[in-house]
């Protein structure tokens, strides 16, 4: 399995910006996926962005395309969420998650191991 642990959340002004880390423990394989899923206090969770270790493609939601950018270190096993220009309403716990297959998902119940979450808090 692919264990996945988030780092990197934080208190930010709306504007700013931050960067979520999710470093993958125990066996690795090229060609899993890793997705960020965020909750907010009394909503529903969504999909935020995704990755596939196989060729690198990503995927983000519309409300964050344009100010969240996924990056990747193969060496550390580590896939980080660059998020610029945060406003309160991207105000919630992040929870990175993986999948076994290289095919992105947007759907929670496709993957079978997540993080404890982060929190990220932006202020107006």
């Known amino acids: 399995q692919v264990q996945p642990v988030e780092s990197g959340g934080g208190l930010v002004q709306a504007g700013g910006s931050l960067r979520l880390s999710c470093a993958a423990s125990g066996r690795t394989f090229s060609s899993y996926t890793m997705g960020w899923f965020r909750q907010a206090p009394g909503k529903e969770g969504e999909f935020v962005a995704a990755f596939s270790w196989s060729g690198g493609s990503t995927y983000y939601a519309d409300s964050v395309k344009g100010r969240f950018a996924i990056s990747s270190d193969n060496a550390k096993n580590t896939m980080y969420l660059q998020m610029t220009n945060l406003q309160p309403e991207d105000t919630a716990v992040y929870y990175c998650?993986?999948?076994?297959?290289?095919?992105?998902?947007?759907?929670?119940?496709?993957?079978?191991?997540w993080g404890q979450g982060t929190q990220v808090t932006v202020s107006s």
């Open positions: 998650a993986t999948k076994r297959n290289p095919e992105i998902s947007t759907t929670a119940s496709s993957y079978a191991f």
